[in-house]
């Protein structure tokens, strides 16, 4: 494993957590536009992570992407 893949699947994990978090929060309607802005930010920053990792993996890194994303 790479720094970089190292360093992508932490932030994948956080991403994870955040998410869970999130759909916890909107579940128990106590989601708030704070939590939803960080969120948007947190989630801004790992699409750029990914397209940087699958633009040095070699194009596309095998990624296919579903059109329900």
């Known amino acids: 494993m790479t720094k970089q893949s190292a360093a992508l699947a932490v932030r994948l994990r956080?991403?994870?957590?955040?998410?869970?978090e999130l759909a916890f929060d909107a579940a128990a309607d106590r989601l708030n536009t704070q939590q939803i802005a960080e969120a948007a930010i947190t989630l801004s920053r790992l699409t750029t992570l990914l397209t940087i990792h699958a633009t040095s993996s070699g194009g596309n890194a095998g990624i296919t992407l579903g059109t329900d994303l």
């Open 14 to 20: 956080q991403a994870q957590w955040l998410l869970d």
